[in-house]
């Protein structure tokens, strides 16, 4: 790792100059973007669509399954999904939120403190403690599932809150991520110069350093808060009460009594689909909205 | 490591942190630091011993027994990796998961890396919109994907039945036995080629226009300049991209999981090794033996990495 670029494109100041190409050379190229955008399109489409269907329609619709039904329901479905078995899954939702935003935040904060140590200051036991961090990334994490669930079953820590939260605070790659950052984008003078003014390790930190690593520190962000969101295999070992259920394993659930037939006379697949597209929204325009702060920041891990 | 403090003289009077316990004043300020420096990275530290070397140690330990009807638990050395290295259901699992990486990744790759040149070479306001709408699947969690293209395989509520009907054909049904390979494929590369996608992007735009106008005048046309002078400056990432894909795909859990229940059997409890040791832990309550397969699984996966690695470490990555 002697060597560490980092390059964090500026939009696209430079490039502009490219873009006086003939339209006609451009045909093939936006042809085959355009098929492409229509293949990753169309399941979200569909569920768009899904979800403004009722029960018949969704089995027996008139337009097929990627156009509009007769009867529009988005309304009733919305009020089903909200009112269902006491409106568990807005609490699904929130338990998501939550479960994202706290892990998330949480393994952010260690990684940028553990890359900042990495990357800054000269200790015994620094490259065995780095190695063993990159090697760490090579294991995979659900292999610790079945293991950390026996381990909190011994204390009592199985079905809660923090059998969640705590095993996502692990995030090597993220600490490899700032480490990388931080290496290159603070230099080493500019932490001197504050600690000859005299400010303490922590403040040198805090006050010099973290605005330098912003950038960063957003994409370990979003990359820990998508990772927690979308777990699936933790909190399905850990919790069975499904109060406590992300919406992940929340939709799992119900896929289940679905496809079991055990939803009391209640089509749960329409529950589903319009949950699913509920449950996308908000991550879908986090990422529409703070794309300027993550496309960046994506460029990190690759060195040169 | 290039980058040494390079920290002499400092005035020690200055520093008066608090983490300097005071026993020994004199300590020279290189001492100090390297405290700190752990100080830094205690937190991690501690959530690194406890939910990473911690579960890995008791898997290994609780492979090690193993839990009789009559005998209770007891000492069985590496009985339960003997068993898994000749259960079939776990070798079968390690089999498909092995040819699907082997198969889907360079699929996957082709893709995001086609797209991302195409988008780093076109600049129009079609391309920006595109680069979104393919990377928006990655904001959307496996489970729901796998849900979604669950119900566009369906013959009751997806879109191919329908599509057949125009020829009077019966739709291929994607999660049968004989094609669930590719059903997959589809979903997997459908959630996570935009992803690999942008970190390409990201990393061809990086790099210093001046380098394609050098090749122009040199008479370099797109294709050359393209494969000689972007893809070779952008392998670190490909590298990384492989890495992640590889061990993503040697844990593949979560879309086959969620899409069992809809596969009419062609998914089975022992389709990947997670699954297989999911099923053995939380269907059979045999911990100890779902331990050995998932510190069996851990190592398998390790290796492959490391042997990947190692592989490509000219290229510039983790190992280097």
Not at chain 1, 128 to 147: E, H, N, R, Y
Not at chain 2, 17 to 44: C, H, M, N
Not at chain 2, 192 to 217: T, V
């Amino acid at each position: 790792m002697t060597t560490a670029r980092i390059s964090i494109p500026t939009a696209s100041s430079t490039r502009s100059a490219r873009s006086r190409k003939r339209p006609g050379r451009l045909l093939v190229p936006h042809l085959f973007l355009g098929a492409l955008v229509l293949y990753f399109l169309v399941p979200i489409w569909w569920l768009v669509v899904a979800s403004t269907k009722n029960v018949g329609g969704l089995f027996h619709g008139s337009a097929g399954a990627l156009w509009f039904d007769k009867t529009f329901a988005f309304g009733p479905n919305l009020v089903d999904l909200f009112t269902y078995n006491d409106g568990i899954y807005l609490h699904w939702l929130g338990n998501s939120v939550f479960y994202a935003v706290v892990g998330g935040v949480g393994a952010t904060v260690l990684s940028i403190l553990a890359g900042y140590g990495f990357a800054k200051f000269r200790f015994r036991g620094r490259r065995f403690a780095f190695a063993l961090l990159l090697g760490s990334v090579m294991v995979p994490l659900t292999a610790l599932v079945i293991p950390t669930f026996v381990l909190f079953t011994q204390l009592n820590l199985t079905d809660t809150i923090w059998a969640v939260i705590l095993p996502s605070l692990l995030n090597p790659f993220g600490v490899y991520l700032m480490q990388v950052y931080t290496a290159d984008a603070v230099p080493d003078e500019l932490l001197d110069a504050a600690r000859v003014d005299g400010a303490g390790e922590f403040r040198t930190f805090l006050q010099v350093a973290f605005p330098l690593l912003r950038p960063a520190f957003i994409t370990v962000l979003l990359l820990s808060i998508v990772g927690s969101w979308n777990n699936f295999f933790l909190p399905l070992a850990m919790l069975s009460n499904t109060n406590l259920f992300p919406i992940t394993v929340g939709l799992g659930l119900w896929e289940g009594q679905a496809s079991a037939n055990n939803g009391g006379g209640h089509s749960l697949w329409g529950l589903i689909i319009i949950g699913s597209l509920i449950s996308v929204i908000p991550l879908v325009i986090a990422f529409l909205s703070l794309q300027k702060y993550w496309q960046g920041g994506l460029s990190i891990g690759s060195l040169k | 490591m290039a980058n040494a403090p390079a920290i002499a003289t400092r005035p020690s009077r200055q520093r008066s942190d608090t983490y300097d316990s005071g026993q020994r004043p004199k300590r020279s300020p290189e001492r100090r630091r390297a405290t700190v420096g752990w100080l830094f990275i205690a937190p991690f530290g501690v959530v690194f011993v406890v939910f990473l070397v911690a579960p890995l140690g008791y898997a290994l330990y609780l492979s090690l027994f193993s839990k009789g009807l009559a005998t209770g638990t007891a000492f069985t050395g590496i009985d339960n990796y003997v068993k898994a290295f000749t259960d079939p259901a776990f070798l079968g699992g390690v089999w498909f998961v092995i040819r699907f990486a082997l198969v889907l990744i360079p699929v996957q790759m082709a893709v995001s890396l086609a797209l991302a040149l195409v988008l780093d070479a076109v600049t129009s306001r079609f391309a920006r919109f595109a680069r979104l709408m393919i990377f928006l699947p990655y904001a959307i969690p496996a489970v729901i994907g796998a849900l979604m293209w669950g119900f566009l395989y369906s013959p009751t509520f997806g879109p191919l039945q329908q599509l057949f009907d125009l020829f009077g054909g019966t739709a291929p049904f994607p999660l049968s036995p004989d094609n669930v390979f590719g059903g997959l494929m589809n979903v997997v590369t459908w959630q996570w080629a935009g992803y690999y996608m942008i970190i390409i992007y990201a990393a061809l735009q990086g790099i210093d226009p001046s380098l394609y106008e050098a090749a122009r005048i040199d008479g370099a046309n797109a294709w050359q300049v393209a494969f000689r002078i972007k893809v070779p400056l952008v392998s670190s990432s490909l590298v990384l991209i492989l890495v992640f894909a590889l061990i993503g795909t040697l844990q593949f859990f979560t879309e086959p999981q969620i899409l069992r229940l809809v596969s009419n059997g062609t998914i089975g409890p022992d389709f990947t090794p997670n699954i297989y040791a999911y099923s053995q832990a939380f269907a059979y309550a045999n911990f100890n033996y779902a331990s050995a397969l998932s510190f069996a699984l851990g190592i398998v996966v390790f290796i492959a990495v490391y042997i990947f690695l190692f592989a490509t470490r000219k290229r510039g990555s983790f190992l280097s």
